[in-house]
């Protein structure tokens, strides 16, 4: 095991308001990390602040370090180009562009000036063959993306990510907008996909943690109570308002 992130006393702050308090915690390369807590604790913050997608609202700024291997994300060096590069992120509801499939998996690598024409076919064809969506959409890659069904339109945009070789993944609720059949081709998705790369998903379905993550942290009003193995923070939690969250008794 090691750590593809470890976040150190780190704080997040919308101007006066402090939105995450002094967080500590590893994220293990090849591993699925699951973010739980009830809304408006600051998981979504958490996760965009890993790849810094927060920066452009005004006043919003972090303090402590999150580092990637080791180099601090907050880094005045850092070019977030790069990091969002090594750091991609797939959202709550899916947001194919109103492009081909073909296109929608191609546009990262060809923003990024990559491949030629044979290449990219095979880049695409890859992408879309890791997202598991390759059966269904073989013979309809010149199709507008907006006529796939809700879970393929997420796959897609999961193929989207993969496209540009990320090390990490972030998701944000990614089956909030799915039916049960498309959550759970998701989440087998995802096991498969941390075979190469780190998952960071937050979700407020308990099960989907339980069931897909090795890892959880439980977040309450921007800090994080607790942090653990899965099977330990949902089979013995330590701290009595994690017990009391995941029994159900609040949120
Ligand atoms: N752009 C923003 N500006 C100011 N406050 C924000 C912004 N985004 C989120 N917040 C606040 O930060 C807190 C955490 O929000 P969020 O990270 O979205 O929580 P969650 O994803 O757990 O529901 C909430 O109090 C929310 O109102
Ligand atoms: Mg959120």
């Known amino acids: 095991m090691s750590n593809k992130i470890e976040v150190r006393n780190f704080s997040f702050f919308y101007g006066s308001f402090q939105a995450l308090h002094d967080l500590n915690l590893d ?27 927060n920066d452009a609202i005004p006043g919003a700024h972090a303090k402590g370090e999150a580092l990637l291997d080791g180099k601090n994300i907050y880094a005045p060096d850092v070019d977030v180009a790069e990091l969002r590069q090594r750091i991609g992120m797939v959202f709550q509801r899916p947001n194919p562009f109103p492009q081909s499939v073909y296109d929608n998996v191609a546009f990262g690598p060809r923003v990024l000036g990559k491949p ?21 959409v073989k013979d ?84 994080l109570v607790e942090f653990n193995r899965t099977n330990e923070l949902f089979g013995r939690p330590k701290d009595p308002l994690t017990e009391s969250y995941i029994s159900g008794r609040r949120g």
């Open 116 to 136: 030629k024409k044979g290449d990219l076919d095979q880049l695409v064809t890859e992408s879309l063959q890791n997202a598991a969506l390759w059966e269904e």
């Open 27 to 53: 994220i293990q390369a090849n591993q699925i990390t699951a973010l739980i807590g009830p809304s408006g604790c600051g998981k979504s913050t958490f996760l965009r602040s890993l790849n810094r997608m």
């Open 140 to 223: 309809r890659l010149r199709d507008s993306a907006l006529e796939l069904n809700p879970g393929q339109q997420q796959r897609l945009c999961i193929a989207r990510a993969i496209a540009i070789k990320p090390e990490v993944i972030l998701m944000d609720e990614p089956c909030s907008a799915l039916d049960p059949v498309a959550t759970l081709s998701v989440e087998d998705l995802m096991r498969r996909l941390a075979e190469t790369y780190t998952i960071v998903i937050v979700t407020h379905n308990m099960q989907q943690a339980a069931r897909a993550s090795h890892y959880t942290g439980f977040f309450w009003l921007g800090k």
